[in-house]
C-alpha cells in the first residue's frame, strides 16, 4: 500500500540493520538537511535498501566500506549505495537486471539467485523511477535510484 514515506527513515533503518548483521563492513550514510518523502509502498522500498546494500556487503571486502547517500535534485530524490568492492565489466552491468544472472557466480563464493537486482528494477520503475550503475573490475559498484518526491495529495 502506497503512502507518504520518508527516505531517510527507511535507509537508516536498512543501514542500521547492517552495521549489526554485518560488524566487518564499514557504512556511511549521508543524509540531506531537508526531508524527503515519497509516495511508496515502504515494505517494497524497504526490499530495494535490503537487496542493494546486501550485494554491497556480499562483493566488498571485510573492511570494505559501502556508502548510502540521499540527494535531492528537484522534484526528485537519488538514493546512492556505493561499494568498494570487486566491481563489474561493462558487460556484466549490460546483463545485471536480467532474470538469474550473476556476476562472476563462478569465480566467487557469493552466494545468490540472481533476482535481487531484477526486483530492485521492477520495483523502481513501479513507482515511476529509474535504476543506473557505475562499475568497474576492483573499482567497486554504485547503484542509484531516483524516485520523484512527494508534493501533497495523491490519486
Known sequence: MREAVSLESLA????DFFRHSSPPHNFDLRLPTSPLVVFADPRRIAQVFDNLLSNAVKYSPAGGTVT???TPEGDYCTVAVSDTGIGMTE????????????????NTAVQGTGLGMTIVKQLIDGHGGVVAVQSAPQQGTTVSFTLPLWIGESD
Open 91 to 106: 558487460e556484466q552491468v549490460k546483463c545485471m537486471f536480467d532474470k538469474f544472472y550473476r556476476a562472476d557466480s563462478s
Open 68 to 70: 548510502v547517500r540521499l
Open 12 to 15: 537508516t533503518a536498512a543501514v
